[in-house]
């Protein structure tokens, strides 16, 4: 018999940890790597509403007209998942939430597609958030030197002739569009699952106001999430 890898094994322990209905879910996917992201998704909603509420499971879902999943028999209490193939992620509250996460990408027809003409402006003119320092040169007093400063991020400092510190209007260096893409994305993913209504007729259309965002760009594991609640 063929020994089996640790990712299967790990694999094997999450769906015998889950509900059956939630198995049968799970192994409904034909990539393993599918099924252990429907797997964990649950597992890390149990650990949730366990350690927030105090919930013991297993839990069971009923589903509004669009499909957003609710807890059976808390109506109180709301949950949110979303993985890609990099990260799952949960959120519970005690008020309507929505999540999404996305694995960094630049997809050009979903953008043509779903992003308003302000919108793909915004992700063109994406700028990089790393610090730049300004410092006039001896060589040429008239111009600046640019170069990164990783030490503070967010800040700009500008030198003047004089040693005096200085104003100037900077560009930073231009960041992939992909993480722009990605973020105003999940922002409309975790909208769209708050209001459990689904994607609009015109996806291009403004998001619903009064909507509280939270995002996370994770560059080194490849991945944005954002969270969405209305403000209270």
Known sequence: MPERSRGEEALERRLRALPQWRRE???AYRRPLDRFLCAEAY???ERALKEQFGLPGPFEFEYG???KPFLKGHPGIHFNISH???CVCCAVSDRPV???VETIQYDPDVAAYAFSDEELSRIRGAVNSGIVEVKETPEAPDTVEVKETPEAPGIVEVIGASGTPGIVETKGAPEAPE???TRLWTMKESAWKLTGEGAPADPKAPLPAGIAFRTEIIKERGY???WAEMRR
Request: some cysteine.
């Open 65 to 67: 007209p669009c499909g």
């Open 224 to 226: 944005v999430l954002t």
């Open 43 to 45: 597992l890390l909603l």
């Open 84 to 86: 890609c193939s990099r």
């Open 25 to 27: 879910k799970a192994l």
């Open 98 to 100: 929505g999540v999404d």
């Open 179 to 181: 993480i722009e893409f």
